[in-house]
Nanobody
Framework: QVHLVESGGGLVQAGGSLRLSCAASGGTFSSLTMGWFRQAPRKEREFVAAISWGTSVTYYSDSVKGRFTISRDNTKNTVYLQMNSLKPEDTAVYYC????????????????WGQGTQVSVDS
């Protein structure tokens, strides 16, 4: 079983940047597709970005494409989400998740989840 711990959330002004990190333990990180999801108040959880194992193919939601970048460091068992040009609508709890499915951005395929980290963007 993989244990995921997110960090890096906080309060930032609109237009600012944050980098989220997710450290994994207890599994074979290099064989996991890693994803970021978010849930805003009174909204359903939604997909943000994912990076596959192996060739590190990346996927992004339309709402963050061009502003957010997902990356991974298999030597550190860590996945990152660099968030630039943040908007108030990016305010949410951000969750890291892991999947054994190689190429996916479907929430149903992600079977391990972190506890989440709050990102708040002030206008």
């Amino acid at each position: 079983q993989v244990h995921l711990v997110e960090s890096g959330g906080g309060l930032v002004q609109a237009g600012g940047s944050l980098r989220l990190s997710c450290a994994a333990s207890g599994g074979t990180f290099s064989s996991l597709t890693m994803g970021w999801f978010r849930q805003a108040p009174r909204k359903e959880r939604e997909f943000v970005a994912a990076i596959s194992w192996g060739t590190s193919v990346t996927y992004y939601s339309d709402s963050v494409k061009g502003r957010f970048t997902i990356s991974r460091d298999n030597t550190k068992n860590t996945v990152y989400l660099q968030m630039n040009s943040l908007k108030p609508e990016d305010t949410a709890v951000y969750y890291c998740a892991a999947s054994s499915t190689r190429w996916t951005n479907l929430e149903i395929d992600f079977h391990e989840w972190g506890q989440g980290t709050q990102v708040s963007v002030d206008s």
